[in-house]
């Protein structure tokens, strides 16, 4: 029964010592690095997709106007909303030009030429709304999918961007016009774009270079109607092109600067970058492309410059660990669990990752592969990286001879074996107190039977 009940505690031991074993590495957010260039937006982020991480940033919670980058969160709610994009039409009334024709700010407005009484698809003005901004398509889009109201559309959105945890975001509109309450940061719209990736069409629709919708013929407007995306970046005769970026959006406005939100893919790394709040215009008063500068730059950057790169090797050997009672060996070899790879800016040095040990100098035998010994962790300039797991490399079997005399010391010295004595010592002297007190009461119990004999004899020698 004893030996069913080691055999079953030392099983559960060690299922627990792999199961520790084959806990993942602890691993920090991703490292951020600086480009090598200034960047003008007062707000920027950088993401790897293939990570889903962010490498970069720049003021990133600070809270901006995001100027017609609305809109990409009206081509979710669009997208989410309507089951027929190629074939669902929508017509244009007279009413919102009206409404832009009161806008404080009609400088900012980014027009399609879509007018009154022209019919689209809803297609059709997804094109046009991503690719050049325009705002009739947008404000065609809100009021059919926000039943006839603007301020329904805009709650549709709040919903949306709460959903997705897009915490320090308010919209006010989906078209973009100007509202000083319609505010953005440059990590929540990156949580939004990365959403609208994911959807099927987006991509496709916010990053063509080019379109002409089919209802072009029908009003004569093949000229004026094949619309161009306003990225300069993706245009080959720009002097801001840059190879691998594609779309997404662009945003210029008086209150909120220029702003940007693309992709870019090159030598088998991609990402997404949004820059916020670029000057409109340079210290001369002339007009000034920042924001395009500035993706050009840190999309250059990155795709120069940083890479995924292995920090740690899963066979790396970290070092040894004695292990007591050993068979043979009186040590064992660690290594990782696990390796540990990230995202790593070439200009800072591999080399230059601590590695801070944390597992004990000895161990006791057996010791199986895999068995978790320790953690080692990884920092660089202070900041954690990762804490992984520490593992022994080989087995090390016990040696039942110099485990049973290892024993003999730890038993004279257990605490059991000082409660046994003492408990020994206590049943002892209960045991002699025993004793004493009952032969004491025998010797009293003798010495009254013989006084009542005595005094029975006395009395039948009277009687006589």
Not at 273 to 289: A, V
Not at 395 to 400: G, K, L, M, N, Y
């Amino acid at each position: 029964m004893l030996k069913r009940l080691l055999t079953s505690v030392t099983a559960a031991i060690m299922t627990a010592v792999i199961v520790l074993g084959q806990i993942p590495a602890i691993k920090a957010d991703a490292l951020l690095f600086t480009p090598n260039v200034t960047v003008q937006s007062d707000a920027a982020i950088l993401m790897n997709t293939d990570i889903n991480e962010i490498v970069y940033e720049k003021n990133a919670d600070m809270k901006k106007m995001p100027g017609s980058l609305v809109q990409i969160m009206t081509a979710v709610i669009v997208l989410e909303e309507c089951e027929d994009i190629s074939g669902t039409k929508i017509a244009a009334k007279d009413e919102m030009y009206e409404i832009f024709a009161e806008d404080e700010y009609p400088d900012d407005l980014r027009k399609a030429d879509i007018e009154s009484g022209e019919s689209l698809t809803v297609e059709d003005l997804l094109y046009a709304m991503l690719l050049t901004s325009s705002v009739e398509a947008a404000y065609m889009l809100c009021d059919k999918f926000g039943n006839g109201s603007q301020d329904a559309f805009a709650e549709k959105m709040n919903a949306k961007a709460e959903k997705l945890g897009m915490t320090n975001t308010r919209f006010l509109n989906g078209t973009g016009l100007y509202s000083v309450r319609q505010l953005t940061t440059a990590r929540d719209l990156m949580t939004l774009l990365t959403y609208a990736m994911s959807m099927p069409r987006f991509e496709e629709i916010a990053c063509a270079n080019t379109y002409t919708p089919a209802a072009a013929s029908t009003y004569e407007k093949r000229d004026v109607w094949a619309w161009t995306h306003s990225n300069l970046l993706v245009n080959e005769a720009s002097d801001y092109y840059c190879n691998g970026v594609r779309g997404i959006k662009t945003a210029n406005t008086q209150e909120g600067g220029r702003s940007i939100a693309c992709k870019g893919s090159r030598d088998g790394n991609s990402y997404l970058l949004i820059c916020l709040d670029s000057s409109m215009k340079d210290p001369d008063g002339n007009n000034h492309f920042y924001h395009l500068e500035d993706a050009k730059n840190i999309l250059e950057w990155a795709f120069v410059h940083l890479t995924y790169t292995e920090i740690l090797s899963a066979n790396t050997q970290l070092g040894e660990v004695i292990v007591n009672n050993a068979e043979e060996d009186n040590f064992v070899l660690v290594k990782p669990a696990e390796g540990y790879s990230c995202i790593w800016c070439d200009t800072t040095d591999v080399k230059s990752v601590q590695k801070i040990y944390d597992w004990p100098q000895e161990i006791n035998a057996p010791v199986h592969a895999g068995d978790k010994i320790g953690t080692v962790t990884l920092k660089l300039s202070g900041e954690t990286l990762a804490e992984i797991g520490v593992v022994a490399q080989s087995d090390v079997a016990r040696s039942f001879w110099k485990y049973n005399l290892s024993e003999i010391p730890g038993f004279f010295k257990s605490k059991y074996l000082r409660s046994t004595w003492i408990l020994g010592i206590i049943l002892s002297l209960l045991y002699i107190g025993g004793c004493v007190y009952f032969a004491f009461r025998y010797h009293e119990e003798r010495k009254k039977r013989a006084a009542a004999r005595a005094g029975h004899l006395r009395n039948q020698s009277r009687d006589l």
